[in-house]
C-alpha cells in the first residue's frame, strides 16, 4: 500500500458513483487446479523498513531491515492461522537483494526461504510480493519498473526469475505463489505496463513451470487497472491469479495518513462511515481542532488545505457513501471476471483497510474503521473474491506492534474468531 499521486481525492468515484448502474452477477465455473488462497493478511514489513546508506552510495547496511521493525514471530502465525486466516501476503522491498554481492544476496535468500518455510509450518499459505520502496534514494520503483528500460530493470527481472525458481522447490500443492510487482504506477491501459508484466512472467515462467503467479493491471492495482486488463494473452503463463487493491473512498481510509501527498489529508480526521454516521459539520470541527494544534505549516497554506478539504467533504457527505458503493467497485471485478470467463476464486483483493486512531495517528474513528473493514470484506466474499487485509501491524494493523495483541474488533469485522491462547 503505498501513497502514490493518482490516489486523489478528485479522482475517486464518489463525484460519479450514483451515475454507476447495477451489475450482474453471472455463474462462473471454478478452475480445478486454482490456488486455494481465501482470506490473508499483509505482512509488512517483515521484508521492508530498510537501512540504504544516503546518496551517493547506493547499497545497505547488514542486516539491511531495521532491527526495530515488527517480525511475526512463530507463535503469532500459529495465533494467525487459528483465528481463521490462510494465507500471508509477504511484500518484499527488492532494494537490498540487488545492491548485494552474490554472499550476501545468498543470506537474504536463505532468510526469505526461512520465512516461507516458518508461514508454511504454520499451516499458512503464502503470497511473495516483490514491493519497490518509493522512498528510497535509489533502489525505487522508478529505478527499477518505469519500463524495460529503466536502468534497473534486468537486475529486478532477474531478481523476479530467481525467486521463482527458489519459490518454486518450496512450493507444496499450490499454497505458494509468487506477485512481481506491487501497485504499477502506470495508467490503466498503459502498453508500458503491458510490456513490464510480460517480461517480468516470462523471466518466472522460465524457471518454476508450476508456481502460481498474480498479475495486474495499471493505475496502483486499482479497479480501474484489472478492468482494463486483458486477460487472454496471459493465459500461456498459467498457473496464474489476479490481483486488485481497493482502499476506496479515500477520504475515509486515508484520512490523517502522513504518507499522503495531497494536503487535504494532514489534518482529516473523524471522516464517518458510512456518512450518515456523522455530519459534515461534526467532520469540519474535529479538522479545524487538528489544524489549530499544527505549528508547522504556514497559515496561508493551512487555510488553502482547509478550503480545498472543506470542498471535498461537501462532495463526501453529499454523495452519501456506504456499502453500495463498495458493492458497486468491486461488481465492476465481478463483471470484468464473468465476461472474460474467470472465476472469482482467481482474483484476490490484495490490499484493502483502513488507518486507525491510536498514539501515533488521528485518522478514522475505530468504530467506523470496523464498519468499513467489515463491509469491504462482506462485499469480497458475497462477490466470491479472495482478500488480504493491510495490514499485520503498524497504523492500518490487526496486531499490537510490541504486545503482539490481536484487535478483537477488527478480527470481527473480519469474519474472523480470536484464538483460545
Given amino acids: 500500500m503505498t501513497g502514490w499521486s493518482r490516489r486523489r481525492v478528485l479522482r475517486t468515484a464518489l463525484s460519479t458513483a450514483a451515475a454507476l448502474g447495477s451489475l450482474p452477477i453471472l455463474p462462473t465455473a471454478r478452475a480445478a487446479d486454482a490456488p486455494q488462497f481465501r482470506r490473508g493478511v499483509n505482512a509488512w514489513p517483515w521484508f521492508s523498513l530498510t537501512r540504504e546508506f544516503p546518496a551517493p552510495r547506493t547499497d545497505y547496511d547488514w542486516p539491511p531491515f531495521q532491527s526495530q521493525r515488527p517480525v511475526p514471530t512463530p507463535d503469532d502465525l500459529g495465533r494467525l492461522r487459528r483465528t481463521g486466516l490462510d494465507f500471508i501476503r509477504l511484500p518484499v522491498d527488492p532494494g537490498p537483494f540487488l545492491a548485494a554481492d552474490t554472499t550476501t544476496r545468498g543470506q537474504l535468500l536463505d532468510l526469505l526461504d526461512a520465512a516461507v518455510t516458518a508461514t508454511l509450518d504454520a499451516g499458512l499459505a503464502i503470497i511473495v510480493n516483490v514491493q519497490a520502496n518509493g522512498a528510497t534514494h535509489y533502489w525505487n520503483p522508478d529505478r527499477m519498473i518505469s519500463s524495460t528500460a529503466a536502468p534497473a530493470f534486468d537486475l529486478y527481472r532477474g531478481l523476479v526469475s530467481e525467486l521463482a525458481a527458489r519459490l518454486e522447490r518450496l ?78 473512498p479515500y477520504l475515509f481510509s486515508h484520512q490523517g495518513a502522513p504518507w499522503m501527498r495531497e494536503p487535504v489529508y494532514r489534518s482529516l480526521n473523524n ?38 478539504t472543506e470542498r471535498v467533504l461537501k462532495v463526501y457527505f453529499a454523495a452519501r457513501p456506504d456499502r453500495w458503493l463498495v458493492d458497486k467497485y468491486l461488481g465492476e471485478v465481478r463483471a470484468w471476471a464473468d465476461g472474460h470467463g474467470l472465476a472469482p476464486e482467481r482474483i484476490i483483493m490484495g490490499e484493502f483497510g483502513a488507518l486507525r486512531t491510536d498514539a501515533r495517528y488521528v485518522a478514522a474513528p475505530n468504530p467506523d474503521r470496523a464498519r468499513y473493514i467489515a463491509d469491504v470484506r462482506q462485499s469480497a466474499e458475497m462477490f466470491a473474491f479472495p482478500w488480504a487485509f493491510w495490514d499485520l501491524f503498524d497504523g492500518m494493523g490487526m496486531m499490537d506492534d510490541t504486545t503482539r495483541a490481536l484487535d478483537p474488533d477488527i478480527i470481527a469485522a473480519l469474519g474472523l474468531a480470536m484464538p483460545a491462547d
Fill in 171 to 248: 512450493q507444496p500443492s499450490g499454497r505458494i505463489a509468487l506477485e512481481p510487482v506491487n501497485e504499477p504506477a502506470q495508467a490503466c491501459a498503459s502498453n508500458v505496463w503491458s510490456k513490464i508484466q510480460l517480461a517480468l512472467l516470462t523471466a518466472a515462467r522460465s524457471s518454476a513451470a508450476t508456481l502460481p503467479l498474480v498479475v495486474t493491471g495499471g493505475c496502483g492495482s486499482m479497479v480501474s487497472g484489472l478492468t482494463a486488463l486483458d486477460p487472454a494473452p496471459l493465459s500461456r503463463f498459467e498457473p496464474i491469479l489476479f490481483t486488485f487493491h481497493f482502499y476506496e
Fill in 271 to 308: 471522516v464517518p462511515w458510512p456518512a450518515s454516521a456523522g455530519s459534515l459539520e461534526q467532520t469540519l470541527a474535529s479538522v479545524r481542532a487538528r489544524m489549530a494544534q499544527d505549528t508547522e505549516t504556514p497559515e496561508d497554506a493551512k487555510q488553502a488545505a482547509y478550503a480545498e
